[in-house]
Every structure is written in structure tokens, then in C-alpha cells.
């Protein structure tokens, strides 16, 4: 490959005739089955989901740079009914499916706030508000940024970030005519993220969110969130050589 | 000829940065399936840590901003069960004032033997609105009395409250004087405690033992809106979705026209209420008779300076803050 790159001695010009059209051919040869089989794996490992190392890989975000795969673990979920003769037993099956609804919001906003290096290389998280309200969306942007996200200069700090494991309680507040009006939903998050001088901070964020149900759709409203990042070590056996999928050691949690 | 040859250069060079990219990007890809790795020593934290790491914190509920004060008429009916709740007297009447933009608030009680005009019905003790008219009556006659527009109202019997202070788990407050009242099942000694669902509804009820009688029962029930506000703002701080459980046990057991979106919004809201700075006063009156009725004459004078205070902000001037009917209790506690 060095000698491709080599810049090539002068030649005449019957030469350089000669040495193009020596050329042209097997290089041809080689881009296309390159591509096409290059072009086939890809296919069938995104078809299949196949292949544990890059299965933590599932898109590739706005800035093309993949996002390791993460999915929070619904955990135990309580209604909470407000009419005067609430049935708590028959309100669980709907606080259960108000829960599995919030789940693939709160995936989307934790992983565009610690996991989408498209975001938090640059410092840059509009993704992970798009499920908030406005006014939450601008606190959360604003002064919660630090909290709420990796921060403004994780992109100067970290090389390699990686979900480790989340898991989701819910409360689910019903208004008096049963139907699921609102999610407070305690989060713990967990990730491992390899700093550029190749030391390790285990990324911790919990609390409490809040969402609405607004026309069919679910909506962060509110938030209580803490940071706990602490030191840890590095991962006993950082097997992958993919960017960003050192979480194969760490893992990520189920599917919900 | 000499820019076709070196366009030709440029592409081939560019045909095998792509082959060689091409080339990297399916090494990677093949050996990553197959379960190719770099072996990589462990790395150890530093002993010193190189980058600070802070607990840190951030919150937002939506919360009412607005310098416009809120208006709430709480009410305590005295249904007993099987009573029609909004058919029986109102014998705990409350004026809430929330100014959300400074933080504060405003208890205002009145006595239930109140003897007021009652729009569409004439003069009448003011308990009885409920009777003709139910909450919406309450509120025309507060209104009437007052000038203040209620924005809401919020309702409660003796069952419903006792079930609301068991369903959050008992009402933690300081007692302020020791109140036994056979009326009103009440044999409390002073002091900080736990009140269960039916010791809370007694010293809600509780008038024989208090030297003002209904006056200083209408502050005592101020006051049990003020432990109730303390112990949900620890629970907030604690875990925040706290808020649920109190929605839920006061809705349940409490009827209102405050939607659910807008009560969220004032819980959230009087989560971050200073308590210090909630103002708990009863509109100060004397007794006397109607005919063979027993009767409390508010003072007026005082009544409407209050009003017209409140209704500017929520929140009363010190000169407007009428003296503690058991001021005397306190004072020998």
C-alpha cells in the first residue's frame, strides 16, 4: 500500500502511456469486488444483526460516526390512579404499556446525550432534545447541559464512550378517566468513557424524568437529574477494534 | 495534454485512495465478524486523579412563573359518609393565595358561623352556600365577599381527608399545644409527630379546646396545610416523583376543578414555595347573635383591606396580618 502512495519516478511519455494502461485494469479489478463484497457484508450483518462485536453499533448519527447501541430495561411499574374509585389492578396493563412507550424516547435521549459521538464531539446535543418540551429543552441545554449530557468539551476530554447498563422504574400518574397522563420515570444510566490519556471514568447519571403524553406522543416536561461520574479502571479485556465499541466488555443492558 | 495527463493521475490516485479505503474499511468489517481482536494490556485509573469530577445537579418541573397570583378556595365539607358531598356545609373554608414569581403564599381562613350575604339566596351563615348551591356557590360568595377571583376550587370531607393523611403515609408536624377534645375525638399532646389519618382530622376539628373556638380552628387547619406543604417538599427533595403520590392520594379523596395538567403545575410549583414564607391568617370577627342563631360578624373593615391587599399579589403587608387567635395557647406552650 506504501508503494501505491509513492509518488512514481518521471517517466517518458510512451512510459506513462504505457504504465497508465498497465494500470487501469487491475485496479478496477480490485475496487469493485472490494466494494461489492464489502458492500454485501455490511447487508447481511445489518439484516441478520449479527456479529457480537459490531452489534453495538446500530446507526450511524447525522455526523456518519456509528453509535454504540444502547436500550434502557424496564423495570418495576406502578399506577397511580387519581379517580376516587381507582382500580389499581386494572390500571396496570395500561401503566405497563405507557411505560413500554417511554422507553424508546428516554433511549433516544440518553444516547444522544453520552453515546452519539456525532454529538458529544462536538460539544453539540440538539438530538437528545428533540423528545423534550420547549421550556425543558432550554433548561436542559442551557444551565443542565453539564448534568444532562457528556458537556459542552467531552469532545477534548474523551476518546471512546460506551454504554454499560440502564434501567428504568416507573410511576405512572393516571387522570380520573383511566387513561396514562403522565410517566415519572427513575433512571439509572451507566456508561464507560476512555479519556484521551487513555484513563477511564465511569459515566453516572440518575434521577428522575418526567413525561406527558401529548396527542400520541411522549415528551420529556421535566427533570431531576444527577451526575455521579467516578474513576474506575479500565475493562478487564477491551476486546474490540471497532471505534467505540470498546462496550463489548461493559455490554449493553437487554431490550426492554 | 499535459492537464489530461495530470487529471489522469489525479484519478487514478484518487481510485486507489478509495481501494485503499475501501480495503481498511472491509478488514475491519471481516475481522470484526470474525472475532478478530487486539489484545490490550489493562489500563489502571491514575492514582491521581488527572480531571475533577463533581456530583452535579439539575432540575426543571414546570412550574408556575407568572407574577399573577393564583386563587384557590379549599373547602372541608362535613359530609359524613353516605351524605351527599357537596350537598352538606362547608365548615372549613380557606382563601389559598399563591404568588408563584416571589415564592410565597397566603393561608386566609374564614369562620364557618361567617354571617354573609350569599348571592341569590340573602343573608345566611356562610357555610351554607355549599348547601344551596355547592363549590360554585362557595366561590360566588367568597367572591362576592372578598373581590378576589377564585381560579379554582378544591373540596374534601371527613372521610376523604382522613384517607388522604394515611395515604401519604401520616402527617409529620409539631403539634403546638396539647388539644383534648372529646367533640372532636381529639387527645394530642404537644410537640413534633406523626399524625394518622384520624388524630390529623381531629385536630382539624377541634374547637372546644381552643380559647377563639372556630377562629382558632380555621388557623389550626392553616397550619395543617402548612405541615402538609413541609413534609411534600422533603419528599420532593428526596425523590422528586414524589409529586405523583401526592396528586394521587389528594385526588383521589378531594374533589376540584383544577385540571390534572394545571395541578401538576402547582405541586411542582409549591415544591419550591418558601414554607417561612407562607402567611396563615384566619378574617378576624366577633361573636354574636341572629335572632337565636349563633354567629360570627367578621370585621369588614379589616376584611377588605386584607382583600384589596391579597388581590394585588397574594400576599398580605404586615400591617394587614391580623394577631394569632390562639395566640394566648402559643404563648404558653
Redesign the interface.
Known sequence: ?AA??KTPPPVNRSE?RSH?KK?KAP?AL??VP??L??AA??LV?VLTG?????GHIIHVGGGGEPIPAFDFKAAKVTP?????D?DLSALQPKAEAAARATVPVLDDVFSGAFLDPNNWKDGSYDSAFEHF?D??SA??SG??L???TLGAAAGD?YDTVSPSKGSINF?V?F??DGNA??V?A?VKFYALAQ?K?????AIVSH??M?L?NTGGSWQV??????????????????????PS?SSTSTGASGAS | VTAL?GA?RSR?SA??????G??L??A??????L????P?A?????AT???Q?E????????ALDGTEPVFILVLGSDARPGETITGERADSIHIVALNAAKGRATILGFPRDSWVPIPGVGTNKINSAMVDGGPALMVKTIESLTGLHMDYWALTWFDGFEAMINEIGGLQMVVPFALHDSYAHADLEPGKQVLNGHDALAFARTRHALPEGDFGRSEDQGRLMLAALAQFQREFQQ???A???W??AG???ARTDIP??QL?TLA?TGANLDGRHVTNVVVPGSAGMSGNISIVNLDMTKLAAMSKDMGKDGLLAKKNVPPSPNASLLASS
Open positions: 500500500l501505491r502512495t506513462r497508465g494500470r485496479l480490485i475496487v472490494v466494494v463484497i464489502g457484508i455490511a450483518l449479527n456479529g457480537d462485536t459490531i397511580i390512579g387519581t379517580a376516587e381507582a418540551s421550556a425543558a433548561s436542559a444551565p443542565g453539564p448534568t444532562i476530554t410511576d400518574l387522570d380520573r397522563f403522565s415519572a427513575h479519556r490519556d487513555d484513563t477511564y471514568v434521577g428522575v418526567f406527558r416536561v421535566g427533570f431531576e437529574m444527577k451526575r455521579n461520574d467516578h474513576e474506575t479502571e479500565a475493562p478487564a479485556a477491551s476486546t474490540s477494534a471497532g465499541a | 495527463r489522469h487514478s481510485i486507489r485512495r478509495a481501494a485503499l475501501a480495503g474499511v472491509i475491519w468489517v471481516v475481522g470484526s465478524t472475532g478478530v481482536t487486539t490490550v489493562p489500563k489502571h485509573a491514575a486523579p488527572l480531571f469530577i456530583p452535579a445537579h439539575a432540575g426543571f418541573t414546570p425523590d422528586p416523583a409529586v405523583f403520590k396528586l394521587g385526588m383521589r379523596n390534572l395538567d401538576m411542582f
